[in-house]
């Protein structure tokens, strides 16, 4: 790729501030997800053998009210994030101050430090999220250098990433924005063929933009989920009680007629009679949902089609479940076909979509994925194409 990498940059001795994407899901008081800390380890690892101070800026969660001030402290994450890389970190419980500055003054060589929460700034004027300049331009002035990791962000211009690079001379990407860079970008860009995308999930609002931009480069989009149904009905069918957006059914048969056959619709699924996993389960054709039922799996006839589709694919990208896979008894055609991609090892096999990757990781598959995208919002926007600030700001080569 044509970014500066911090590869490119000499690290020795110099405060490199790295934005890293620390938004970790808690659960009762604990960190219920530690992926996106595991991910950021390689750039981390690589700055202390590098011998650089290492400075590292992370959002946690919304912060409006001073309950969100404790509730959204990076603490937690300080210690697990030590307990990984089997160091100390040193945690500075501010954002700005004397006492930051000082300690960043006191950091060796090989040694690491962490701030505070920098959506602390939103609770005044909401400095980090609306990129207040002043805040970029201090925190570009605590470091020499910048690297942007965190994709999770990166569709957003915030003072911790645009702010930063834009006082600081620019940034260069770290291993897992690169990567993301790589298997993302290049899918959607310069995809080796076939190109097969897989979307699912709930809503067809949520993904129109991924569908056109997709339309443009993938020979085929296999659409299943509760996305699939707006589809199916606008195609003529009966879809009962299953999911429908009833205001995008010309959209859906505008994209139809666009996609001149490349968008595979399934043709059979399990429906229910009512939204839970212990409602009875029905295999139907799409063609013959009853009145009182709704698509909540994928069938088996429709799995066999996608297979097909996908086995000689060399480029795959998946966003979004095939079904209600929070239900373990209409979770089966998610879990299928993330156990056929994993299996697939001549394609580049990449995930996007924060449930979907759940999905993966929940049954253990993620050793056979090319790249799971550690962002959400991210990865949705980058699949439509969109420019995102947060690589904008990073340096050309
Ligand atoms: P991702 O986070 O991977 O982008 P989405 O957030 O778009 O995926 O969609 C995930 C949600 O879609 C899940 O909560 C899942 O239960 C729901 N879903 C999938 N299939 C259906 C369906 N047939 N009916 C209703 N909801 C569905
Ligand atoms: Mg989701």
Same mark, same amino acid.
């Given at each position: 790729?044509?970014?500066?990498?911090?590869?490119?940059?000499?690290?020795?001795?110099?405060?490199?501030?790295?934005?890293?994407?620390?938004?970790? %899901?808690?659960?009762?008081?604990?960190?219920?997800?530690?992926?996106?800390?595991?991910? !950021?380890?390689?750039?981390?690892?690589?700055?202390?053998?590098?011998? $650089?101070?290492?400075?590292?800026?992370?959002?946690?969660?919304?912060?409006?009210?001073?309950?969100?001030?404790?509730?959204?402290?990076? $603490?937690?994450?300080? &210690?697990?994030?030590?307990?990984?890389?089997?160091? %100390?970190?040193?945690?500075?419980?501010?954002?700005?101050?004397?006492?930051?500055?000082?300690?960043?003054?006191?950091?060796?060589?090989? =040694?690491?430090?962490?701030?505070?929460?920098?959506?602390?700034?939103?609770?005044?004027?909401?400095? *980090?999220?609306?990129?207040?300049? *002043?805040?970029?331009?201090?925190?570009?002035?605590?470091?020499?250098?910048?690297?942007?990791?965190?994709?999770?962000?990166?569709?957003?211009? @915030? $003072?911790?990433?645009?702010?930063?690079?834009?006082?600081?001379?620019?940034?260069?990407?770290?291993?897992?924005?690169? &990567?993301?860079?790589?298997?993302?970008?290049?899918?959607?860009?310069?995809?080796?063929?076939?190109?097969?995308?897989?979307?699912?999930? !709930?809503?067809?609002?949520?993904?129109?933009?991924?569908?056109?931009?997709?339309?443009?480069?993938?020979? @085929?989009?296999?659409?299943?989920?509760?996305? #699939?149904?707006?589809?199916?009905?606008?195609?003529?069918?009966?879809?009962?009680?299953?999911?429908?957006?009833?205001?995008?059914?010309?959209?859906?048969?505008?994209?139809?007629?666009? $996609?001149?056959?490349?968008?595979?619709? +399934?043709?059979?699924?399990?429906? !229910?009679?009512?939204?839970?996993?212990?409602? =009875?389960?029905?295999?139907?054709?799409?063609?013959?949902?009853? !009145?009182?039922?709704?698509?909540?799996?994928?069938?088996?006839?429709?799995?066999?089609?996608?297979?097909?589709?996908?086995?000689?694919?060399?480029?795959?990208?998946?966003?979004?479940?095939?079904?209600?896979?929070?239900?373990?008894?209409?979770?089966?055609?998610?879990? =299928?076909?993330?156990?056929?991609?994993?299996?697939?090892?001549? #394609?580049?096999?990449?995930?996007?979509?924060?449930?979907?990757?759940?999905?993966?990781? *929940?049954?253990?598959?993620?050793? +056979?994925?090319? @790249?799971?995208?550690?962002?959400?919002?991210?990865?949705?926007?980058?699949?439509?194409? &969109?420019?995102?600030? +947060?690589?904008?700001?990073?340096?050309?080569?």
């Amino acid at each position: 790729m044509s970014k500066l990498t911090i590869r490119d940059l000499k690290l020795k001795d110099k405060k490199l501030l790295i934005r890293v994407d620390f938004n970790v %899901p808690f659960k009762d008081g604990q960190i219920s997800d530690d992926n996106r800390i595991i991910q !950021a380890l390689p750039t981390i690892m690589y700055a202390l053998k590098k011998r $650089a101070k290492v400075i590292l800026l992370s959002h946690l969660g919304r912060v409006k009210t001073e309950e969100d001030l404790a509730k959204n402290s990076l $603490a937690p994450v300080a &210690k697990r994030l030590e307990e990984l890389l089997g160091k %100390p970190v040193v945690f500075i419980p501010e954002t700005r101050g004397p006492k930051l500055e000082a300690a960043i003054n006191n950091l060796k060589a090989g =040694e690491i430090l962490m701030i505070e929460n920098t959506r602390f700034e939103d609770l005044d004027g909401n400095k *980090e999220s609306k990129n207040n300049p *002043e805040l970029g331009k201090y925190w570009a002035s605590l470091g020499d250098l910048f690297v942007n990791d965190a994709f999770g962000t990166a569709h957003r211009a @915030h $003072a911790s990433n645009v702010g930063i690079a834009s006082n600081i001379g620019g940034a260069a990407a770290g291993f897992l924005l690169e &990567k993301e860079i790589k298997f993302i970008g290049e899918a959607v860009d310069n995809p080796k063929r076939p190109f097969v995308a897989i979307l699912g999930g !709930a809503k067809v609002s949520d993904k129109i933009g991924v569908i056109e931009n997709l339309l443009k480069t993938a020979d @085929h989009i296999l659409i299943g989920g509760g996305m #699939a149904y707006t589809f199916v009905k606008a195609q003529g069918n009966d879809v009962g009680l299953s999911l429908v957006e009833d205001d995008k059914l010309d959209l859906a048969k505008d994209l139809l007629e666009k $996609a001149k056959g490349k968008i595979i619709l +399934g043709t059979d699924v399990y429906t !229910a009679k009512e939204f839970s996993n212990d409602s =009875e389960k029905n295999l139907r054709d799409y063609t013959n949902i009853p !009145a009182d039922e709704m698509g909540l799996d994928v069938g088996p006839k429709t799995l066999e089609l996608f297979k097909k589709y996908l086995k000689d694919a060399k480029t795959v990208v998946w966003n979004g479940p095939l079904g209600v896979f929070e239900f373990p008894n209409f979770a089966n055609g998610t879990v =299928e076909i993330a156990k056929f991609l994993s299996t697939l090892t001549d #394609a580049t096999t990449v995930v996007g979509g924060g449930d979907s990757a759940a999905a993966v990781i *929940e049954n253990g598959l993620e050793k +056979g994925f090319t @790249h799971i995208s550690t962002g959400g919002g991210a990865s949705l926007e980058y699949l439509e194409g &969109k420019k995102l600030p +947060g690589i904008e700001c990073v340096n050309d080569k």
